[in-house]
């Protein structure tokens, strides 16, 4: 982004590292937490009372859905999860679902029962059975396989089921909130590695990334896994590779009155304005009072100069926030905090048809302090 009235100057920037994601640079798989055992970043609460405590989240009160910010295609899930009633207890495990439909406080499926007799039953696939495998009153672990049409479910360690029978091809993880009748449930380590997603950053070191002016270490480095710019003027980091049509995930956090950007299909200069450019897509702390007067291109999670985010949805200066960049031909939607806030294409946007269709990814140096972690790439996402 770039804006007149940006001062070089970052203000009570603070890293809150909750552990590098397990990365593996050779491999299409990348292994991250979905709960940093504090906080409800990164899940979406609808319907109920769900609050975090003693390291788990729980569901406290209410019929409703608790869902993560990102869908999930084919992926291993695996999660701890204990009912705090010792008879009569119920609630679920969602995967590849949609949102509630309106009315209704629970998603049609894909649910994984936590009835108590029923614990891990596939719910509507007739032979996937839970085998009587869960421990009341426990502890318990799940580990459970999603590969396109097949899904496979081990519980404690022990082989449940395997199905080969799913309909649906992505969609959202969740818990089914049922505290009325079912009582309350805690859930913690819960933790999901993406099939098909490519790590491009290795939490210890700038492999795979270069300085695009100058070198890389007079401005960027690695602490506590994640890429640190330090504020200081200097260059853009810039991908070895170059990509088309794919979907990035990562997670961001700014200083106060931080400025920052993630190019897209930029050139090897970098250029995102334009024809024949690339885009960027802007990092910003939004509510500062330094950027009172935003173009509404200017938010973050906008298509920068072209489409603005819909809604605002960035959490304070020093916390994490989650990016998804999802672009096809001429199609851009970009996720913030689990939430749509672009969904542009050439109808919509015509300058986007100008925009090259592949390129180099960037992090962007604008004079703030800016961190960045769990970077990965895979196929675009429908």
Excluded at 305 to 315: D, K, L, M
């Amino acid at each position: 982004m770039h804006l007149s009235t940006i001062s070089s100057t970052a203000i009570g920037f603070v890293l809150l590292a909750f552990g590098p994601a397990i990365a593996n640079e050779t491999s299409d798989q990348f292994a991250v937490s979905l709960f940093d055992g504090q906080t409800l970043n990164g899940w979406h609460v609808s319907g109920c009372e769900t609050v975090v405590e003693d390291g788990a989240i729980l569901l406290k009160a209410g019929d409703g859905f608790v869902r993560s910010d990102y869908q999930y295609q084919n992926f291993v899930l695996e999660l701890e999860w204990k009912s705090l009633q010792n008879e009569g207890y119920d609630s679920g495990l969602y995967f590849h679902a949609d949102m509630p439909p309106e009315g209704k406080p629970w998603p049609k499926r894909y649910q994984i029962n936590l009835r108590q007799g029923q614990e891990g039953d596939l719910i509507g696939v007739k032979d996937a059975q839970g085998q009587g495998l869960a421990k009341p009153g426990e502890w318990n672990h799940f580990r459970l396989t999603v590969k396109d049409k097949t899904a496979s479910l081990e519980i404690n360690g022990q082989p449940a089921w395997t199905t080969d029978q799913l309909e649906t091809t992505g969609g959202y993880l969740g818990f089914q909130s049922e505290v009325p009748l079912g009582g309350q449930f805690a859930f913690r380590n819960i933790r999901v590695t993406e099939l098909g997603m490519k790590p491009l950053f290795n939490g210890q070191d700038l492999a795979g990334w270069e300085g695009a002016s100058a070198k890389a270490e007079t401005c960027w480095s690695v602490e506590g896994g994640a890429i640190i710019c330090n504020g200081e003027r200097g260059t853009w980091l810039r991908s070895r590779d170059q990509y088309g049509d794919f979907c990035l995930r990562l997670d961001y956090q700014v200083s106060a009155a931080g400025n920052s950007g993630v190019y897209v299909r930029v050139p090897q200069d970098g250029n995102h304005h334009g024809k024949d450019a690339g885009v960027e897509i802007q990092v910003l702390d939004d509510p500062h009072p330094q950027y009172a007067e935003l173009k509404p291109y200017q938010y973050t999670g906008s298509v920068y100069a072209i489409a603005p985010a819909e809604t605002h949805v960035g959490r304070p200066a020093g916390e994490w926030n989650s990016l998804e960049v999802n672009v096809q031909g001429d199609h851009y939607r970009v996720t913030h905090n689990g939430v749509v806030i672009v969904n542009a294409n050439v109808q919509s946007h015509p300058q986007l048809a100008e925009r090259l269709k592949s390129g180099y990814l960037g992090l962007q140096n604008h004079s703030t302090k800016v961190a960045f972690k769990n970077l990965r790439i895979g196929p675009p996402l429908p």
